[in-house]
């Protein structure tokens, strides 16, 4: 059927900028007096169907009757509808961004338009029909719903809907949480602000802004669905402020998230569940399969996921980031040792008595494999003692004297050690062995040699070095620490030639006949000296002035010297001098059964 052109109607009305079709419809229906927009397309010959549904034609046939310009009418008519998009002003948002069943007006804009223009003033906005368009541009108050005519027919029959509309309920909204809705309008009349968001379908921005909103300003467990359409306002505009500075906002925003919750290992669901649930449920509109692979990646380099476990609904197919405990064992490191090197590089830190740990950063595969290869030969303590054959704290003792060399030093000064540098400590005493030379019937291993030369292990590695004393070396290949053997009559000379008119104690022990603990008592009590050392030496071992040994020894004598001097039993010598009234030499408070000579003679 051919329609002929119409002409505008005597009793029109003009549009208000950014009114649709429909209501302009039904507001000269109403002023020219018939029941319902329904009954006036048809006295009209306007398709009311396809007028509902955007049809350009029709809307240009409204445009006719009211004698405006069509291009302008249509532009904020969602309009020329698609299979999933419908077009508004410079945009074409896809359907799922509309809210058609629930009709939302201003009440502000309503009551303004009656009082002005009588019952068929109240208009109806075409962004007005956007979701996430919530409040008047012009009153800044909240959009509300209109109750819904009798028939669903009528719901677009805007100007008598609004009869049942509460004129009364204006929630004002703040200038700041429009921020989003601002972004849109101004997307909708085709000015860009140049952001990230522009690159994002229009109906993916709001949405997006809306739901990473959510979460910054509700938190991981706000339910979308008691979200109240103010609470998604300020959410909105609070994901708009931060996504507008890209993807990157995006992450850091996350990350902060991620840092507040505290010390440990946290799951990507605790800190972002509400926004990734949500993400994950967009499966089915490709338009989101972009931010959804970003936010994966962003997932999968910044926690701990696992091959196989599907994250945004997107299978792991490579492990990227791993726990302390999962690194660890994956790249075959120490545990301590790792906690160590990345306490050490700021990638955690520790917090607290508890010592819980606080991930800033979880280890990269290619960070665990750099430290792997660093670590490779690197012992720890006990493990450094077992592989020199010494204990641990002789091992720390050498460490101190700078005898053997640490490669660092990991919680509560635990040293750990390079192989190499325990094996320069090895080698250095190889080379003080002389394989020519005839072994030495007195040779002991060292550990065995410093009591019976009365002086510390270390004293007696200063003395090797020192005095270039010869070793012996048991073992074949690989000797470890009591492989090597020493002369103990070699080292006790080394003493004695240590410091001049000395002799080490076990020398000043055999000529008075007495045990060291005695020399040492002596030496204590002020009857023996010990002889002066030179600034520079290292030794530091106690040894006698042989003339205050000399000196002592023509005037006292000790009870086994005597009895080999008598050639008779120390006991019975002893107990016969006693019961004569000899009286022993009394010094450091104790009895050492040493007699003066004049007592005795
Ligand atoms: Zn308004």
Known sequence: MMLSPLKPLPLYVSPVRGESATSLASRIARKNGTASLQSFCADMSISYRALKVGDPVEIERVAALAGCDPTTLRNWTPHAPSKTNYHLGAEAPRFTAYSRSTIRGCPKCVAEALAEHGPYGPFHLGAWQLTSIRTCAKHQCMLIEVPPPQHHKHSYDFARVVDNMDLKDIQLVAENARSLERYLHNRLEGVSDGSWLDSLDFHVAPQLCENFGLLLVRGPKASRAETTEQQWLVAGAAGYDALRNGPDQMFAALEELRMKAGPGCHTYGAIAGSFLTWLSQREDDAAFNGIRQMVFDFILRTYPVVVGSTVLRI?????????????????????????????????????????????????????????????????????????????????????????????????????????????????????????????????????????????????????????????????????????????????????????????????????LVVDTVTIR????????????????????????????????????????????????DTANLCRELYKNGVEPLVFNGENRIIFRRQDVS
């Open 521 to 568: 008592n002596l030496v204590s009590a002020g009857y023996l000296s010990a002889a002066p050392k030179t600034a520079k030496s290292s030794e530091r071992w106690l040894v006698i002035d042989e003339a205050s040994v000399t000196t002592f020894g023509e005037q006292y004598i000790s009870a086994a010297g005597l009895a080999r001097e008598l050639r008779r």
């Open 315 to 511: 299978r792991c197919d490579m492990q990227q980031v791993y726990s302390l405990r999962k690194g660890a064992k994956a790249y075959g490191i120490d545990e301590r040792m790792l906690r160590h090197k990345l306490l050490e590089r700021g990638d955690i830190s520790k917090s607290g008595k508890s010592g819980a740990i606080t991930y800033r950063r979880y280890p990269s595969g290619e960070t665990l494999q750099q430290l792997a290869d660093e670590t490779t030969g690197l012992l720890r303590g006990f493990d450094a003692a077992d592989y020199l054959g010494l204990d641990i704290h002789l091992l720390r003792t050498f460490v101190v004297e700078g005898l053997v060399k640490k490669a660092g030093e990991m919680a509560r000064n635990a040293p750990y050690f390079r192989r190499k540098d325990l094996d320069a400590f090895l080698g250095r005493l190889y080379r003080q062995t002389r394989p020519e030379l005839e072994p030495a019937n007195d040779e002991v291993s060292l550990i065995a040699a410093t009591p019976a030369c009365q002086c510390s292990t270390l004293e007696l590695l200063h003395l090797i070095f020192e005095h270039d004393i010869p070793l012996r070396c048991a073992a074949g290949t690989d000797p470890r620490f009591n492989d090597f053997l020493i002369s103990v009559e070699r080292a006790k000379t080394a003493i004695g030639q240590s410091s001049v008119g000395a002799i080490s104690m076990s020398e000043a022990a055999g000529k």
